[in-house]
């Protein structure tokens, strides 16, 4: 974003990014903002004041929207562990309607087979006083045992209704959300895009977020989670573990994707044939990357998740991986070689990372808190394809720092 920019605006642009976006987040945490208030009024003091302000209120504006978003995804979350909870209780429901049936059915049978004997019968042949009491109370104790039986049945089925009715209702809302959400996420990149452009002609830098490696922590020891950190996309738990999902867990993943990868099969980067998840869980356990990396990388770069109909160039591209701004590297082409290279890329990107190390994203310099978000920059090293990875994560996994 700083090319053509002369070397009067260039260090001023650098520093006014950080600081303004960390004034703007005031109504998301004033304590963080205060933090870094003295550090922002030095910082901004080369721009004038009405282009502050002007990057000031699209900061607030951004930061606002992120907020929206994250708090969109969080019930999409939560709706999804009630369906799944409700689904697991439908599956135990079903299990007990069965045996109440089965118990019923069974009683049926025993009537049926039972010798043709009237009940007044029964207690009319009682031999003695003490006889006659001990088939009233066996007679008793059958009819509620049948009584009991029939009760069941009852219950069951009604609990049976009442979660399928609370089923369908929570996927609806699901669907909603994930409707909601998606659309939340498209506008939100084209407004950092179009926050960028405007920037841009500022002769400075819009940078999303915030970045904790510049500012000073909120009291309570952490920057707010409803923000995009800038120094911390992801965390360790989220992006090593190359076991953190199965093969199958992976394929259940992309089952319940509209994308056409989870009918995906061929030719792996050793030659083998095999389906998408089989790929991508091999070659995540071989880099020791977490395959959610993967999976959120595949819809950034090529939309994969999604993609119904995805063209052979989507495919041989899945991972970005060899497609630098400048240069191809057609021996990564091919989505087995891709889903290999991407590992392996991440693995080795973070694998250079050390603390205070910096990055150039966008033209302006960035420190990275962990390995996995050094990765990320040194994958892309833009912060609208870094923001993209973020709430993609968000999307389908849930907090990146979680």
């Keep these: 974003m700083l090319h053509g920019v002369t070397h009067r605006y ?32 030095t910082t901004a003091a080369s721009l004038t004041a009405s282009q502050t302000a002007q990057i000031a209120a699209m900061q607030a504006d951004f930061g606002s929207k992120v907020a929206d978003y ?3 995804t969080r019930e999409l979350h939560r709706t999804e562990d009630e369906v799944a909870q409700v689904t697991s209780q439908i599956a135990s ?9 089965s118990a019923l059915a069974t009683r049926a049978v025993e009537l049926y087979r039972a010798p043709s004997i009237g009940l007044l019968e029964s207690l009319f042949t009682a031999t003695s006083f003490e006889d006659l009491v001990k088939r009233v109370s066996y007679l008793a104790i059958i009819t509620e045992h049948d009584a009991r039986l029939l009760k069941n049945l009852r219950l069951a089925q009604t609990e049976e209704a ?40 500022l002769n400075t830098v819009f940078t999303p977020g915030i ?47 509209p994308g056409a990868l989870k009918r995906y099969s061929g030719k792996d980067h050793w030659g083998a044939t095999r389906t998408a ?23 950034k770069e090529q939309s994969l998740l999604t993609a119904e109909y995805p063209s052979q160039s989507q495919l041989d591209w899945a991972l ?24 392996q890329k991440f693995d080795k990107n973070a694998r250079d990372w050390s603390p205070g190390k910096t990055e150039r994203v966008d033209g302006t310099s960035q420190v990275s808190e962990n390995e996995g978000t050094f990765a990320q920059y040194r994958y892309t090293p833009h912060y609208g394809g870094v923001t993209s990875f973020w709430t993609i994560f968000w999307r ?6 979680g």
Excluded: H
């Design 320 to 343: 970005g991986a060899g497609k630098a701004d400048t240069f191809t590297t057609t021996s990564m082409k091919g989505f087995g070689n891709q889903i290999y290279w991407g590992a």
């Design 211 to 257: 970045d904790s490696s510049r500012i000073a922590a909120t009291p309570s020891g952490s920057v707010p989670r409803n923000q995009f950190d800038r120094a911390n996309v992801v965390s360790e738990n989220n992006f090593r573990g190359g076991s953190a999902m199965t093969a199958a867990a992976i394929q259940l993943f992309l089952d319940r994707q």
């Design 93 to 101: 429901g079903d299990a007990e309607l069965e045996m109440a049936r």
């Design 162 to 201: 009442w979660l399928q009715e609370s089923l369908q209702v929570r996927v609806v809302q699901l669907q909603q959300l994930q409707g909601t959400a998606d659309k939340k996420q498209v506008q939100l990149l084209r407004q950092l895009a179009a926050e960028q452009a405007r920037a841009a002609a």
């Design 396 to 401: 389908y996994f849930g907090d990146p720092l």
């Design 70 to 72: 994250v708090a969109i």
């Design 277 to 299: 998840a089989q790929m991508i869980s091999q070659e995540s356990i071989r880099f020791n990357i977490n395959p959610k990396i993967m999976l959120a990388t595949l819809q």
């Design 10 to 41: 260039a260090s001023a642009a650098r520093t006014v990014a950080v600081a303004l976006a960390v004034l703007a987040l005031a109504c998301a945490s004033p304590a963080l903002a205060a933090a870094a208030n003295a550090k922002a009024i």
